[in-house]
């Protein structure tokens, strides 16, 4: 209930405090007179002419300065200062109403300081008085829930009164860990150290903690985050500094914890100079630009300043909201309506749409981030996969060196170094070509940046893990001791820049991706800090099972990132160079043409062979299976019929003659 949802017009609302505000004046004036033991009602017609004549004033004046406008259950700090101000004036007023009415001889002038500070206790104090009457008035028809708010520093203080005059949340306390303001008070709320956070948990039934720390480092949140994992509480934080500063969010729009907290690590500054040095000024193009890895390129990207930015992809809904989100964005960049974005829709296979768009937007550095990525969907539709992923790079690849792109950027991964599954595989067979291409000799700079898992991307373990709590479990990891590398989003397209602007043809650049973390782990922590417990054998009486399913197919215990033991660090302490050993140029030829044949033909047997083959120590365990295989297994005439179908791809000559 808000003073604003009562049945009553504003301009009602507004006339019943000016009103209110006349007969606080008059009183304060009788109080005043009183004081001095003067008569109020014993003063001369002409003082009662002025008076009314200033108190209208008064009322003009008090609307001009915006007063009224100033509602009761937000009134804060600016309110107090127009109060004074009107205060003020009014006094004025009064001065010249006395001067104008009463000889020199008879005034007592002292008359005026005595109104002036009681007309700033009944006016202000009125508007105060209100406030507190509405705001217990909302918490009884709709109780507040108790908060501590971890932070008693600006954000904290903003936090707090933003709760105070809002109707969700009640902060009963703050903590800190400076201990230069433990004991002192924040608004009328308390602030105590972290060590007596279990105590005021229990006294006031707390069932959330707000952190308000948006200018901590990683680092410092993480550590925060492991002291309060094991309390009794859901941890939700204040959006980060720049978000609120630019506007973007309120300091009271609470939300969970990041996962990226978690990880303790803070991103290194980029180099403006690597930043740039492939994008600003120039036509770049993005493949796969509608999924969570290229379209946060794409969100980098054009505050680079790009000349053009070219969107492919063949998810139409993510191509449509990556494009709308970047031309809003647009409109905050200085010389952002000199940016051209194009989005396409079409496939990295499409020989022919390649060359044409990579032609007719004079394309200078090309991202290429489409793949089929999901492991289990990839070891299901072996077939199409390595299709996608292989040629899909190769075809992108030719179209760029034929048509002179200076810069082509290949999205690795992880799971392409001694692979276990097919989607590695054919990762790793794309990487392949890339470095022959550039071994040969290319006036195209071809580089392959590989990395691990993204956080927050489709696919990732944590939005999965998110709404597996909050839906009262179980949450479902695969084993005990599965590890992953872990990176967020922002942190991985930035480093992908960079590394790009450092290619010399044919570099395989890994990212620095700290030490891997095991998923059991970060299950545990993710439902401790949502405020549940782990029901496991320790603990029957927890809220949330943990249930192990077993390694999916073609799945690994631990991911690795580098295939030899030959690297080598570059001009950015996060990225490396590493140097591997390849395929001869005949041999990757001959392998193609076989691929591009069984690839045709959807000969599952013999794709498995030249995976096998092309990629050294890839031995798949699972027997491998495709429903497309399958289905021209089990009838002779429907194989015949369905010959002309398939897939097709033509390879034009690899290398140069």
Same mark, same amino acid.
């Given at each position: ?35 001095? *033991? $003067? ?5 001369? #017609?002409?003082?009662?002419? =002025? /008076?009314? @004549? %200033?108190? !209208? ?98 954000? *904290? $203080? ?5 709760? #105070?005059?809002?109707?969700? =949340? /009640?902060? @009963? %306390?703050? !903590? ?482």
């Amino acid at each position: 209930m808000h003073l604003h949802s009562i049945p009553l017009s504003r301009s009602i609302k507004q006339l019943i405090m000016m009103t209110a505000d006349v007969v606080m004046m008059v009183m304060a004036l009788a109080f005043s007179f009183a004081l001095l *033991g $003067m008569d109020f009602l014993a003063q001369d #017609q002409r003082f009662y002419a =002025y /008076l009314s @004549v %200033a108190t !209208v004033i008064s009322i003009l004046f008090f609307i001009r300065i915006g007063l009224y406008r100033v509602l009761l259950l937000y009134m804060g700090l600016q309110a107090a200062f127009l109060i004074l101000q009107a205060v003020t004036f009014a006094t004025c007023l009064l001065a010249a109403s006395y001067l104008f009415s009463h000889a020199p001889q008879e005034s007592d002038y002292s008359v005026l300081p005595i109104f002036w500070m009681i007309s700033v206790l009944f006016v202000g104090g009125s508007r105060f008085v209100a406030k507190v009457l509405l705001q217990s008035l909302i918490q009884n028809f709709r109780p507040k829930e108790p908060v501590i708010i971890y932070g008693a520093g600006s954000s *904290g $203080m903003q936090l707090v009164v933003a709760l #105070q005059n809002g109707d969700q =949340y /009640l902060p @009963v %306390a703050f !903590v800190d860990d400076s201990q230069s303001i433990v004991g002192s008070t924040v608004h009328g709320i308390r602030v105590y150290s972290p060590n007596s956070l279990y105590e005021l948990i229990e006294n006031f039934s707390v069932r959330q903690i707000l952190l308000a720390i948006p200018s901590a480092t990683h680092a410092e949140r993480k550590e925060i985050l492991n002291r309060l994992e094991h309390l009794p509480v859901h941890v939700k934080t204040v959006p980060d500094l720049f978000d609120m500063v630019s506007g973007k969010v309120g300091v009271d729009e609470i939300r969970d914890i990041d996962i990226e907290d978690l990880l303790g690590r803070d991103i290194v500054p980029p180099n403006p100079e690597l930043l740039g040095a492939c994008i600003a000024g120039q036509s770049v193009m993005v493949t796969g630009a509608g999924g969570s890895i290229g379209s946060e390129l794409c969100r980098q990207i054009i505050t680079i300043n790009p000349a053009r930015l070219v969107l492919l992809d063949t998810f139409e809904y993510g191509l449509y909201e990556v494009e709308n989100e970047l031309r809003e964005s647009l409109k905050g960049i200085e010389n952002g309506e000199d940016i051209e974005i194009v989005a396409l829709l079409g496939s990295v296979c499409n020989r022919v749409q390649m060359e044409n768009a990579i032609k007719s937007f004079a394309v200078d550095t090309v991202y290429h981030v489409a793949a089929y990525k999901q492991v289990p969907m990839v070891e299901k539709n072996i077939v199409e996969g390595a299709h996608n992923n292989i040629f899909g790079t190769l075809i992108s690849a030719q179209a760029a060196e034929s048509l002179g792109v200076k810069n082509f950027v290949f999205i690795s991964t992880d799971k392409a170094v001694r692979p276990t599954n097919f989607m590695g595989a054919t990762k790793r067979c794309a990487e392949q070509v890339l470095q022959a291409m550039a071994k040969r000799g290319s006036e195209t700079r071809f580089s392959i940046v590989r990395f691990g898992n993204v956080l927050g991307s489709s696919g990732s373990v944590v939005p999965l893990f998110r709404k597996q709590i909050s839906s009262g479990g179980p949450v479902t990891v695969t084993h005990p001791e599965v590890t992953r590398y872990f990176m967020t989003v922002q942190e991985a397209a930035q480093l992908v820049l960079q590394a790009g602007s450092m290619a010399t043809g044919g570099d395989v650049f890994v990212l620095d991706m700290h030490e891997p973390i095991r998923i059991i782990d970060l299950a545990k922590k993710m439902v401790h800090l949502m405020g549940y417990d782990v029901k496991d054998e320790n603990s029957y009486r927890g809220d949330i099972a943990i249930e192990y399913t077993g390694l999916r197919p073609g799945e690994k215990l631990y991911e690795e990132l580098l295939i030899g033991e030959s690297v080598t660090g570059t001009e950015h302490p996060k990225i490396m160079r590493a140097e591997e050993e390849t395929l001869s140029l005949d041999t990757l030829k001959q392998l193609l043409q076989r691929l591009e044949v069984a690839c045709q033909e959807i000969n599952l047997p013999e794709v498995k062979a030249v995976l096998m083959e092309a990629v050294d120590g890839f031995d798949p365990k699972e027997e491998v299976s495709d429903p497309m295989w399958e289905f021209y297994q089990e009838s002779t005439a429907e194989h015949d019929v369905g010959r002309d179908n398939r897939l097709s791809t033509k390879v034009t000559p690899l290398f140069k003659e």
